[in-house]
C-alpha cells in the first residue's frame, strides 16, 4: 500500500470518531425553536398585558415576586391533574386531557410541535391538534414514568418492569426497539425505582433511584459514576458537567460537580423566604441564564406551584395559581435556548 492510500484509508477510519467526539461535547444553544412553533400555532390568539413589576396570583390577594403566568412560556404537568398546560403569554393558551388514572410526570414539546408525554400506563406523542400519532402502551406490571425524544424520530423510555427496569429506545416511525438494555439492580414493584431518567449529552443515561442514589451508566449498563442522597426524584446532567438533583427527602435542590461535592443547594425548610410557602418538590430545571426553576405539588392547593431561584437563592418568581393550573410535576421552559430533541440541550 503506497502512502497516500495509507492515508486516505487511515482518515476514513478516523473520521467517524471524530464525528462522534464533537457530538458528545455539550453545547450552549442559542435559538428557542418551540418559541417559533408557538408563534405559528397561536399567533391570532389575544393575549392580556402583564404588569411589568409583579403579577398578583389569580388565586390569592398575596402578591409574589415575578410575573405570575406570564413570567415565561412553558410546558406544565403533574401528579394528580391529568392535563398538560400550555402557557404563553400570561394565559394558557392550550390543554390536553390524557384520561383518567395514572401519573402524568414527564413532558417534552420537540421543535416540530409535537409533544411527548409519559403517564404511568402509556407514553404518547400528539400534535397541538390534538391527534395521538404515537403511543406505547405499558405491559401488566410495568409503568412508564420517564422517556426523552433522541431526535425528532426516536424516544428513550424508563420503564419500570419487575424484577429488573429496562431502557429503551423506540424508533416512533418503524415501531422498532432498537436498544433493550436492563437496569442491573432488583425490583420488586413496577411504582417502586424511577420517576427520572434522562439520556446524556455523550450518550450515557442518568437514573434517579428513589430508594437513595443517581446512577450513570454507559451504553453497555456499566455503572461509571454515583451520588447517594435520599429520595432522589429527578437528576439532570448540566452542561457544566455537574448533576442537578431534586430529592423529596429532604425537601432540597443539590448541584453537584463529578467528585461530588456540593457546588449550590437550595432548602425548602431554609431558604425560602416568608411569605411564600412551598413544599414538596419533585422535579427543576436549569435556565441558561443560571437559575433555577423548582416544581413542587403545591400543597394540596394552597401552597405556590413554582419558584424561580437565583444562584445566590433570591426567588425571583413564585407562582400560585390553582384557578388555572394544578400540581407542578415537571416543566419545560419553551422560551429558554435548545433543541429538545438533542440531548442535553434542554435541562429539564
Not at 410541535?113 to 400506563?121: P, T, V
Not at 442518568?206 to 450513570?216: D, H, N, P, Q, Y
Request: charged share 25%; glycine share 8%; aromatic share 6%.
Amino acid at each position: 500500500m503506497n502512502k497516500h492510500a495509507f492515508l486516505t484509508l487511515t482518515a476514513l477510519l478516523l473520521a467517524p470518531l471524530a464525528r462522534d467526539s464533537t457530538a458528545a461535547e455539550p453545547k450552549s444553544p442559542t435559538a428557542a425553536p418551540c418559541m417559533d412553533v408557538l408563534a405559528r400555532c397561536f399567533k391570532n390568539i389575544k393575549t392580556p398585558t402583564p404588569s411589568p413589576e409583579r403579577r398578583e396570583s389569580s388565586s390569592s390577594d398575596e402578591k409574589l415576586p415575578g410575573n405570575g403566568l406570564a413570567q415565561h412560556a412553558m410546558l406544565y404537568v403533574g401528579e394528580g391533574r391529568n392535563t398538560i398546560f400550555l402557557v404563553n403569554e400570561g394565559q394558557v393558551q392550550w390543554t390536553y386531557d390524557t384520561g383518567k388514572g395514572g401519573e402524568l410526570d414527564d413532558v417534552w414539546m420537540m421543535s416540530s410541535g409535537n409533544i411527548l408525554f409519559s403517564r404511568q400506563d402509556f407514553a404518547a406523542e400528539i400534535t397541538l391538534d390534538n391527534k395521538e400519532v404515537w403511543r406505547m402502551n405499558s405491559p401488566t406490571n410495568t409503568e412508564i414514568h420517564s422517556l426523552q425524544p433522541i431526535g425528532l424520530d426516536k424516544v428513550m423510555i424508563v420503564q419500570n418492569t419487575v424484577p429488573n427496569p429496562h431502557i429503551l429506545v423506540i424508533d416512533k416511525k418503524t415501531g422498532v426497539t432498537e436498544l433493550d438494555k436492563v437496569v442491573p439492580v432488583e425490583n420488586k414493584h413496577p411504582h417502586a425505582p424511577f420517576r427520572r431518567g434522562r439520556v446524556t449529552a455523550k450518550g450515557t443515561y442518568l437514573l434517579s433511584f428513589l430508594s437513595g442514589r443517581v446512577v450513570e451508566y454507559d451504553q453497555n449498563m456499566k455503572e461509571i459514576w454515583s451520588y447517594a442522597i435520599p429520595s432522589p426524584w429527578a437528576a439532570i446532567r448540566l452542561r457544566n458537567g455537574n448533576t442537578l438533583i431534586t430529592s423529596e427527602r429532604p425537601e432540597i435542590t443539590r448541584e453537584v460537580d463529578p467528585q461530588g461535592k456540593t457546588v449550590w443547594e437550595f432548602d425548602l425548610t431554609k431558604d425560602v423566604p416568608p411569605g411564600i410557602n412551598f413544599r414538596k418538590t419533585q422535579s427543576c430545571t436549569r435556565l441558561a441564564n443560571g437559575n433555577t426553576i423548582i416544581c413542587s405539588r403545591g400543597g394540596t392547593g394552597k401552597g405556590c406551584q413554582l419558584i424561580e431561584v437565583t444562584h445566590d437563592k433570591k426567588v425571583v418568581w413564585a407562582l400560585r395559581d390553582w384557578t388555572n393550573l394544578g400540581p407542578a410535576t415537571a416543566v419545560q421552559i419553551l422560551d429558554d435556548p435548545g433543541v429538545p430533541e438533542n440531548p442535553g440541550e434542554s435541562e429539564h
